[in-house]
């Protein structure tokens, strides 16, 4: 167990929908990061957060959109669901934003939109 | 041109071999490099972290990175089959965020 919980394991559902993925980062992390692994893109960074603020955009759909509670938690909405959505969704956390840190992962959120 | 490559293999080879993995980049801003080892439906989980150019080395796993070439590699020895996952290179820089390359699958077979 890395310490990064991620909910839900495994969401199936139809185009047109809109999920939330939710990722409770490692106690005293304050940054969180989401990503997205497909079969042919590899492990893309979709965006950063760090105590709460938005500190960094990758490749992010604007369907997605993301958020960091006070209590540090965050989630993942993703909108209008296409088939292409469907991918393993990771979030990780570290200490600080500070790329001298660690990313610790969590088990991942594996979408299928049917 | 993506700011990593690596190749996605796979690769197989036998118990005992020695595997090299590489990955290149394009950005000489990169400061901190990692291996992130991923086994299959589980999240990627750190194997090694370097800093500067040179080597470092923890058991059987040795890692190392070229900043002049832009090259970082990731040595193991005398593999075994529990080696057998996906392996990923990581860079990144002071803003926080990482680059993934695409990762290699190896299989050690026994």
């Known amino acids: 167990d890395s310490g990064v919980t991620q909910t839900p394991k495994h969401l199936i559902t139809a185009t047109g929908q809109r999920v939330t993925l939710r990722c409770s980062p490692r106690s005293g992390d304050l940054s969180v990061y989401w990503y997205q692994q497909s079969l042919d893109q590899g492990l893309q960074f979709l965006i950063q957060y760090y105590n709460g603020e938005e500190r960094a955009k990758g490749n992010i759909l604007e369907r997605f959109s993301a958020q960091q509670f006070p209590d540090l938690h965050s989630e993942l909405n993703l909108s209008s669901l296409e088939l292409g959505d469907s991918a393993l969704y990771f979030c990780?956390?570290?200490?600080?934003?500070?790329?001298?840190?660690?990313?610790?992962f969590g088990a991942g959120s594996r979408l299928t939109v049917l | 041109q993506k700011e990593v490559e690596q190749d996605p293999g796979p690769l197989s080879v036998p118990e005992g071999a020695i595997v090299s993995l590489n990955c290149t980049y394009s950005n000489s801003a990169f400061q901190y490099f990692m291996w992130y080892r991923q086994y299959s439906r589980k999240g990627p989980e750190l194997l090694m972290y370097t800093y500067s150019s040179g080597n470092k080395e923890d058991g059987r796993f040795t890692a190392q990175v070229d900043k002049s070439s832009k090259y970082i590699s990731l040595f193991i020895r005398d593999s075994q089959p529990s080696d057998s996952a996906t392996y990923l290179c990581?860079?990144?820089?002071?803003?926080?965020?990482?680059?993934f390359g695409q990762g290699t699958e190896l299989s050690v077979k026994p």
């Open positions: 990780a956390s570290s200490v600080d934003g500070s790329g001298a840190n660690v990313l610790t």
């Open positions: 990581a860079i990144g820089n002071q803003g926080g965020k990482l680059i």
